[in-house]
């Protein structure tokens, strides 16, 4: 079983830094590909991350590309999506999700964490 929770959401001027935390049950990064969702009011929910470091590759949108960056603290079973640059479209619940190798779809979630970016 793989549980995530999510952490670092919160209330940033244009511009600014978050880094959000997934806090994931053991061996999760090495067993999963995890990936970085985001929902905004209206809209689809959206990858704008995914890694799998057992596989070495990793993913970003062209809209995050270049601000957003991943990290993992595998002693903490804890991985991190430093976001940089924020803007107010980057506003959004994110959440941390994990996806079998061969599942066909993100089947664990986190709780998600919201942020808001204020212009």
């Known amino acids: 079983q793989v549980q995530l929770v999510e952490s670092g959401g919160g209330l940033v001027q244009a511009g600014g830094s978050l880094r959000l935390s997934c806090a994931a049950s053991g061996r999760t990064f090495s067993t999963y590909t995890m990936g970085w969702f985001r929902q905004a009011p209206g809209k689809e929910r959206e990858l704008v991350a995914a890694?799998?470091?057992?596989?070495?590759?990793?993913y970003y949108a062209d809209s995050v590309k270049g601000r957003f960056t991943f990290s993992r603290d595998s002693a903490k079973n804890t991985m991190y999506l430093q976001m940089n640059s924020l803007k107010p479209e980057d506003t959004a619940v994110y959440y941390c999700a994990a996806k079998g190798v061969r599942a066909r779809q993100y089947d664990y979630w986190g709780q998600g964490t919201q942020v808001t970016v204020s212009s």
């Open positions: 890694v799998s470091w057992s596989a070495g590759s990793t």
